[in-house]
């Protein structure tokens, strides 16, 4: 099974500075990664696809990059409603996805 | 649109069984695969599985492989997730999803109380 292990468990930042997320595969899973976002009593919401590609209707701050092994999720200027967590999803050898422990973007 | 709807919230006793649902709606049920996610209370995102309701293909991770079974009718655009013997530790919220991909759709996810 493929791990992905994400870091910082917890980030805490202000309203209006960049934020860095990464994830990191325990081994190969090329471009085919995801990241989420998941809000207090929501479902999770798809973000980024294949590592860089935004998903639909996705502001312009959320990028995504990197390949392999190691990825990152960057919010260029977080708003508000960027507090969240973030989990990042392989789907490399798929059917067997596997999810990030998430990462915790918080208030500072 | 593309909408998921789950059933709702279940609370059941330790050995009793469950059939939970996930209505598809918006687009060709059969075309696309529906998977389940299990988020423990405070917890993170576990993929349990996906099925392809065209031809019923399932496919389970490692760590739910006979421990639930999921199922789909595809004459009325469900997905199924089932337990035959609950335990205190499904307790979570279990979320279906579809996409192309990944999650581009999901539920809003279905309560699982399990408790004597």
């Known amino acids: 099974e493929i791990v992905l292990t994400q870091s910082p468990a917890t980030l805490s930042l202000s309203p209006g500075e960049r934020a860095t997320l990464s994830c990191r595969a325990s081994?190969?899973?090329?471009?085919?990664l995801a990241w989420y976002q998941q809000k207090p009593g929501q479902a999770p919401r798809l973000l980024i696809y294949?590592?860089?590609n935004r998903a639909t209707g996705i502001p312009a701050r959320f990028s995504g990059s990197g390949s392999g092994t190691d990825f990152t999720l960057t919010i260029s200027s977080l708003e508000p409603e960027d507090f969240a967590v973030y989990y990042c999803q392989q789907r490399s050898n798929w059917p067997r996805n596997t999810f990030g422990q998430g990462t915790r973007l918080e208030i500072k | 649109e593309v909408q998921l709807v789950q059933s709702g919230a279940e609370v059941k006793k330790p050995g009793e069984s469950l059939k939970i649902s996930c209505k598809g709606s918006g687009y060709s049920f059969t075309s696309y695969w529906i998977g389940w996610v299990r988020q423990m209370p405070g917890k993170g995102l576990e993929w349990m599985g996906i099925i392809y309701p065209g031809d019923s293909d399932t496919r389970y991770s490692p760590s739910f492989q006979g421990q639930v079974t999921i199922s789909a009718d595809k004459s009325i655009s469900t997905a199924y997730l089932q337990w035959s013997s609950l335990k205190a530790s499904d307790t979570a919220m279990y979320y279906c999803v579809t996409g192309t991909n990944y999650g581009d759709y999901w539920g809003q996810g279905t309560l699982v109380t399990v408790s004597s």
């Open positions: 081994q190969s899973v090329s471009s085919y």
């Open positions: 294949d590592a860089s």
